[in-house]
């Protein structure tokens, strides 16, 4: 068999339904052929941020075009100019085909719907049939090849017809549906009069223009026609039905499919195939007669039911998944645990789904020193999840030049799909799904892509603050000069110690303060840093007495030690050891070299008749000052 050859799409999944009809023409189109189709896919839109574009597009710089054998560009979803300029100039450098659809570019084969006849037919429908005399066009982007075709028609035909003043407004939505909201109700409040037909540049965007005047009162088609384009399912059953162009996004694909084999076969080198599109009259055009809509909607009834249960089991799954993350204390527990649940549950995802982390996102969380990507992806990639067929990849890392663990080149025909996972510009890593052509249809790809992205998000940045806040804390309740525990966190503990009096847990534990004998002395003859130096040496050797039990310094020269277990048992012979191991005590110089002078008072907790930590806390003070009047006069 033949090496299988690899062809590279790329397109924003906005367009899930046209796009999906395209890649099934494709695949129909590639059956003879021993070919996987890579489709690399994002969903950035024209109000994001622009670091939020960076991390959507950056998908795009996955692949490395020298190891595929053509590229198409999904113009009707791509309308960064930028972007298709850079994969075409990557493309060429690797020497491999490149087809776009939807947009041209000189030198380029083409793939395009003649959008521009159907429109004119569209423009006379509406004309001859419902004399339509005034038109509000809602374009796209001013950057939209499709967009200003079917404008550039509705002009062309009212020229031809010297009715040019017919057109009272252009509108550039950027694709968005908010913004035709936004229009509609400042339109209304002006007071102007509607026109005869809003011409919209989607489908979308003419079941939104119908809403928006429905909630303003306006009816369609009653008061006002409306046109769409592309004859999507969801428009075919809206209320009304918007009356479209079809433009034959299957047959596209198929299209694509053969230039492609006739250019890496050598028999053609470049060229341009346009598919005839047809308007179809419907319910918002005031046009019931040509096609039965109610019948679609009784077929998508029938299938609400199943559809609804998808979608219940899939946001079931993602809740799942963020609360198994996010209840992850550390970057070892997230990785074990995902791990373990996809393993267990992966029915939505398939037999074939892989999850790709940067490997410095679980090192950024702990050291914030360490940076994230922000263009492109690492060499290595770190494997969190990835079954390809049931065959789990087994090893930790991965080369993202090789896109897909476990990849098999004598497979049958696959659709490998590649999703970002990131932080507005930050590259968390990607995922790929395989197979799936109904979720990049529905949007579901878009949903889980998101969601995971936020989920780990959360995660991290969680993490992250978690030990920022530990390390403060730390910080908070630890003595600088001698590395103990401080008074802060004394007291936290003396709270602990109340609540297990208050309980009567029968806990027994013992209080042992600490006072160091001549620190004045020290730093009034030697200076401040000696007097540093004898606490140091003094809390090393209360440490090294009371080794299993948390010392506190509380004072200038004043400490406490919380006896309990061993040091609780043994509490009578450490004493005694503190007193071997000491200096003995006088406040006359010159002082021995490296003298440690240390007074100590123990009190043991009685629950008979201590109801409070300061009983206890008071007697270890009266034994601590007996003890030091004792070391100053021994006899």
């Not at 918002?284 to 007669?289: D, L």
């Not at 098999?408 to 968390?428: G, I, T």
């Not at 043991?604 to 206890?616: A, F, L, R």
């Amino acid at each position: 068999m033949n090496k299988k050859k690899k062809i590279a799409v790329f397109s924003t999944g906005w367009c899930g339904e046209i796009l999906s009809q395209f890649l099934t023409g494709l695949e129909c189109s590639l059956l003879k052929e021993n070919v996987d189709i890579f489709l690399f896919l994002c969903y950035p839109t024209y109000i994001d941020t622009a670091p939020i574009k960076k991390g959507e597009l950056n998908i795009f710089s996955l692949p490395d075009l020298n190891d595929f054998d053509g590229i198409v560009i999904f113009g009707s979803g791509l309308d960064f100019k930028e972007e298709i300029d850079k994969l075409i100039d990557r493309a060429n450098k690797a020497s491999i085909p490149v087809i776009m659809q939807g947009a041209k570019r000189d030198g380029i084969s083409y793939i395009g719907s003649d959008n521009y006849s159907a429109t004119k037919a569209m423009c006379e429908h509406l004309s001859d049939k419902h004399g339509v005399k005034s038109i509000i066009f809602f374009a796209g982007t001013h950057d939209s090849m499709d967009s200003e075709l079917r404008l550039n028609a509705v002009k062309d035909y009212l020229k031809e017809h010297n009715r040019s003043d017919d057109l009272k407004e252009v509108f550039y939505t950027k694709w968005e549906n908010s913004s035709v909201t936004r229009y509609i109700n400042e339109f209304c409040d002006s007071g102007r009069a509607l026109p005869d037909v809003f011409i919209c540049a989607n489908d979308g965007l003419a079941m939104e223009t119908c809403i928006s005047l429905d909630n303003r009162g306006y009816k369609v088609p009653e008061d006002v026609l409306i046109t769409g384009y592309d004859y999507i399912d969801d428009s075919q059953i809206f209320d009304p039905s918007i009356a479209s162009v079809d433009q034959c996004f299957s047959k596209m694909g198929e299209a694509c499919g053969n230039l492609w084999i006739d250019m890496v076969s050598g028999t053609q080198t470049c060229g341009s195939v346009i598919i005839p599109c047809e308007f179809i009259p419907g319910e918002s055009c005031n046009c019931y007669e040509y096609r039965n809509s109610d019948a679609v909607r009784r077929r998508v009834g029938r299938e609400a039911f199943s559809k609804r249960s998808m979608t219940t089991y899939f946001n079931r799954k993602l809740n799942i998944i963020d609360s198994t993350v996010l209840s992850c204390l550390t970057y070892r527990e997230f990785k074990i645990s995902l791990n373990r649940l996809l393993t267990g549950n992966h029915d939505y995802e398939g037999e074939s789904f892989h999850v790709l982390l940067e490997p410095n996102f679980g090192l950024s969380i702990y050291d914030t020193n360490i940076k994230l990507r922000k263009t492109g992806y690492s060499k290595c990639m770190e494997v969190l999840y990835s079954s390809e067929d049931g065959v789990n990849y087994s090893d930790e890392q991965f080369l993202s030049r090789d896109l897909v663990p476990n990849y098999s080149s004598v497979s049958e025909n696959h659709l490998y799909v590649f999703l970002p996972l990131h932080e507005a510009e930050e590259s968390y890593g990607y995922i790929i799904f395989r197979d799936c052509m109904e979720k990049i249809e529905n949007h579901f790809l878009q949903i889980y892509q998101s969601r995971m992205g936020l989920v780990f998000d959360k995660f991290r940045h969680a993490l992250s603050l978690d030990l920022i806040n530990k390390r403060l804390l730390e910080v908070m309740r630890r003595d600088p000069l001698t590395n103990v525990n401080n008074r802060i966190a004394y007291e936290d503990k003396e709270k602990y110690l109340q609540s297990e009096i208050n309980s009567d847990s029968g806990t027994d534990f013992a209080i042992a303060l600490f006072d160091v004998n001549s620190l004045k002395l020290v730093n009034d003859s030697y200076g401040h840093d000696a007097g540093d130096d004898y606490l140091v040496r003094a809390c090393h050797l209360i440490c090294n007495v009371f080794k299993h039990s948390p010392v506190y310094r509380i004072g200038g020269d004043e400490f406490v030690a919380v006896l309990s277990g061993e040091d609780y048992d043994k509490r009578d012979r450490l004493y005694k050891e503190l007193n071997d191991q000491m200096s003995p005590y006088t406040d006359t110089l010159p002082l021995p070299k490296d003298f440690v002078s240390v007074a100590c008072g123990i009190a043991i907790y009685n629950k008979t008749c201590d109801s409070s930590i300061q009983d206890i806390v008071k007697r270890a003070d009266e034994e601590m000052y007996k003890n030091k009047i004792k070391m100053k006069s021994p006899n």
